[in-house]
């Protein structure tokens, strides 16, 4: 499985930003696509995931209700939309994917990784 991560870049505070993650090779009817970011200094953390055939989605409190995460099956494509952008969420931003068919916050369930996407956010 591969997994190719764009739509970074530089935004003002309060702009928006939308990622994509696209997986290729042999991708398995049910798996999970997480997100996760990482900022200088700071450990990998957790930001949203979405269930491949339910939909079901799980997002950080830090991020809830300014992000939204996505897919389309047909392409194997996950979007993560973030609006009202702040600096704290300036990082590297990485989609991974889960085979299992329940959604994990830990980055250890998740066994592919995209190569990461830097988001900038100026105050």
């Known amino acids: 499985v591969q997994l190719q991560a764009s739509g970074g870049g530089l935004v003002q505070a309060g702009g928006s930003l939308r990622l994509s993650c696209a997986a290729s090779?042999?991708?398995?009817?049910?798996?999970?696509m997480g997100w996760f970011r990482q900022a200088p200094g700071k450990e990998r953390e957790f930001v949203t995931s979405?269930?491949?055939?339910?939909?079901?989605?799980d997002y950080a409190d830090s991020v809830k209700g300014r992000f939204t995460v996505s897919r389309d099956n047909a392409k194997n494509t996950v979007y993560l939309q973030m609006n009202s952008l702040k600096p704290e969420d300036t990082a590297v931003y990485y989609c991974?994917?889960?085979?299992?068919?329940?959604?994990?916050?830990?980055?250890?369930?998740?066994?592919?990784w995209g190569q990461g996407t830097q988001v900038t956010v100026s105050s």
């Open positions: 090779g042999r991708t398995f009817g049910y798996y999970v």
């Open positions: 979405i269930v491949r055939n339910r939909g079901n989605t």
């Open positions: 991974a994917l889960s085979t299992s068919s329940y959604s994990s916050r830990l980055a250890g369930s998740y066994a592919y």
